[in-house]
């Protein structure tokens, strides 16, 4: 499976930017893609996740500015991200789980540990 992003930049604090996380190497569409992030000197964080069926999850840092949507004809996962401030500077990582196990609490799906598949990660810097 390969995973990677796209789309990472500099931008203003108010303005917006579009991740894009294209995954590819099998032939089935993955179950669950998340975004997540890593700050300087934090933890990574999840932001978002949507699996197949179309039911998304975030936390309260970034609902009503992100909003995640996923292509499931091209298996590419978008990340959109409106009045952007400086504390959303990090590396942002998207991450791929194929299948789901037989029941789990919405919660999981920003947990680092439910995704075996990453991309190598695209940095956004937000300037005040």
């Known amino acids: 499976v390969h995973v990677v992003e796209s789309g990472g930049g500099s931008v203003e604090a108010g303005e917006s930017l579009r991740l894009s996380c294209a995954v590819s190497g099998y032939t089935y569409r993955s179950y669950c893609i998340g975004w997540f992030r890593q700050a300087p000197g934090k933890e990574l964080e999840g932001v978002a996740a949507?699996?197949?069926?179309?039911?998304?999850v975030y936390p309260d840092s970034v609902k009503s500015r992100f909003t995640v949507s996923r292509d499931n004809v091209k298996n590419t996962l978008y990340l959109q991200m409106n009045n952007l401030n400086t504390e959303d500077t990090a590396i942002y990582f998207c991450?791929?789980?194929?299948?789901?196990?037989?029941?789990?609490?919405?919660?999981?799906?920003?947990?680092?540990?439910?995704?075996?598949?990453w991309g190598p990660g695209t940095q956004v810097t937000v300037s005040a």
């Open positions: 991450a791929e789980r194929s299948s789901a196990p037989p029941s789990y609490h919405t919660s999981s799906l920003l947990l680092p540990s439910w995704y075996p598949n």
């Open positions: 949507i699996v197949i069926g179309g039911q998304s």
